[in-house]
Nanobody, 123 residues
Framework: QVQLVESGGGLVQAGGSLRLSCAASGRTFSSYAKAWFRQAPGKEREFVAAIRWSGGNTYYADSVKGRFTISRDNAKNTVYLQMNSLKPEDTANYYC????????????????WGQGTQVTVSS
């Protein structure tokens, strides 16, 4: 069973940067498709970024393209989300997700989830 733990969230000023980390344990994580989602209060959970197990393909929501970068370190069983030029509308609880194979960019395409880490961007 795969267990995911996010870290790196916090409070930052608009225009600042954060790097989120998602560490996995329990099963081999390197071969899994991985993604980041976020959910703001009163809103639906939305897709942010995803990476195939091979690392050869990445996907981003239009709202974060050019500002966020998803990456992975298979040796550390960790996936990262580098967040630059943060905006107040990026404020949300960010969740790491994984699946044994790449299926898509919907929440239901991922079987394993972390507990979430809060990102708050002040204006």
């Amino acid at each position: 069973q795969v267990q995911l733990v996010e870290s790196g969230g916090g409070l930052v000023q608009a225009g600042g940067s954060l790097r989120l980390s998602c560490a996995a344990s329990g099963r081999t994580f390197s071969s899994y498709a991985k993604a980041w989602f976020r959910q703001a209060p009163g809103k639906e959970r939305e897709f942010v970024a995803a990476i195939r197990w091979s690392g050869g393909n990445t996907y981003y929501a239009d709202s974060v393209k050019g500002r966020f970068t998803i990456s992975r370190d298979n040796a550390k069983n960790t996936v990262y989300l580098q967040m630059n030029s943060l905006k107040p509308e990026d404020t949300a609880n960010y969740y790491c997700a994984a699946n044994s194979y790449f299926k898509g960019l919907r929440s239901t395409d991922y079987d394993y989830w972390g507990q979430g880490t809060q990102v708050t961007v002040s204006s």
